[in-house]
């Protein structure tokens, strides 16, 4: 069973970054922004 919800991890996060990449290759985005923009603002971190 342990091998299946590997499986499913792997797999989920495989289709999470192929996603990602269309997303940004398409918009023109990049999502350092999440981060970059609370740390410029004084916040520390951000996500």
């Known amino acids: ?3 299946w ?7 989920a996060c495989a289709a999470w970054l192929m996603l990602d990449v269309a ?3 398409a918009a023109g985005l990049d ?3 999440l981060v ?11 996500i």
Do not use: K, N, Q, Y
């Open 23 to 25: 997303v940004r290759g």
């Open 5 to 11: 919800a590997a499986a499913g991890i792997l797999f």
């Open 36 to 46: 970059d923009e609370p740390a410029r603002a004084g916040r520390a971190g951000g």
């Open 1 to 3: 069973m342990a091998i």
């Open 31 to 33: 999502w350092r922004f």
